[in-house]
């Protein structure tokens, strides 16, 4: 955990501060105890850790969508000067 992440089944997860510190708190709350290992805690701070990036990537595609009806040629500009400053028109 001290390197952001645990191995589980063979496969290295990656987990944000907050899911671990939610999964703690369920499992305490849930009084779920007995356990030979940590193999549950870290089945219910994957589950966590996904719902947590699932509803972030939410929120960006709302917030994009609601970007692209405020502005709906945003994109087009957004590549044209993209390829203005890789052709060096720009900055000279």
Known sequence: ????????????????????????KHVAQTNKTGFKNHNYMKKVAIDFNLKMIQKEEM??????????KRDPDA???????????????IGR
């Not at 960006?60 to 609601?66: D, G, I, K, V």
């Not at 087009?76 to 028109?89: A, M, P, T, V, Y």
């Open 1 to 24: 955990l001290q390197d952001g992440g645990f191995r589980f089944d063979g496969k290295v997860y990656v987990m944000r501060s907050d899911a671990i510190h939610a999964a703690i």
């Open 59 to 68: 929120g960006q595609r709302a917030r994009a969508q609601e970007a692209m």
């Open 75 to 89: 994109s087009q500009r957004l590549k044209s000067l993209i390829g203005r400053l890789g052709d060096g028109e």
